[in-house]
């Protein structure tokens, strides 16, 4: 995962990247509808969601050295009202912690490896910021993404409710 680095950065989203981000949320749109799968298939995420997430400071993106999109995840430090509700299962209760939503990577081309190594930056923006927790959450059959979770060691603390549907929700604690 090491040559990623040498390939692509992390960096927070500007608002010039908004239509490029909303490019790469479509492909993932359509990616999650190919698969037989209900995430993301009712109007959310839309435009207006990166706009805002881009003006909160909580979007970031990925680039090649050649400066093109490939990749858009979220990375919050405000508590997620979804993740209150789940009152056991958290390995951690009252601590600052990062949440990630929208992970969306382009399709074309497919870049294997890429969300690992996303989820790896987002640890060390954990770190530098001295949080460490990290929640996220997954619908049920993404299994591309529960895979990824299991990989890195995060650990299932329960069901989060969004919008009526039942999502997997996952810790990771960061040295």
């Known amino acids: 995962m090491s040559s990623f680095s040498n390939l ?26 190919n698969e037989g799968s209900t995430q993301w298939q009712d109007g959310y995420p839309n435009e207006q969601v990166v706009v805002n ?17 490939v990749a858009y995840i979220v990375v ?8 209150e509700e789940l009152k056991t ?5 009252n601590t600052p912690y990062l949440v990630m939503h929208r992970l969306a990577i382009t399709q074309n081309p497919k870049i294997k490896g890429l969300a690992t190594w996303i989820l790896q930056q987002v640890e060390k923006i954990a770190q530098s910021k001295n949080i460490t927790s990290l929640k996220v959450d997954t ?28 999502r997997k929700a996952f810790e990771k604690l960061i040295k």
């Open 76 to 83: 919050s430090e405000r508590p997620e009202p979804a993740f």
């Open 139 to 166: 619908n049920f059959d993404n299994f591309a993404m529960l895979h990824i979770f299991k990989k890195l060691d995060y650990v299932y603390c329960g069901e989060v409710f969004y919008r009526g549907s039942p």
């Open 89 to 93: 299962g958290w390995l951690t209760f």
């Open 53 to 69: 997430d881009i003006a909160n400071g909580e979007g970031y993106v990925v680039e090649t050295h050649e400066n093109i999109l």
């Open 8 to 33: 692509y950065k992390l960096r927070k989203a500007v608002q010039t990247d908004s239509n490029l981000v909303w490019e790469i949320l479509q492909e993932a749109i359509l990616k999650r509808k």
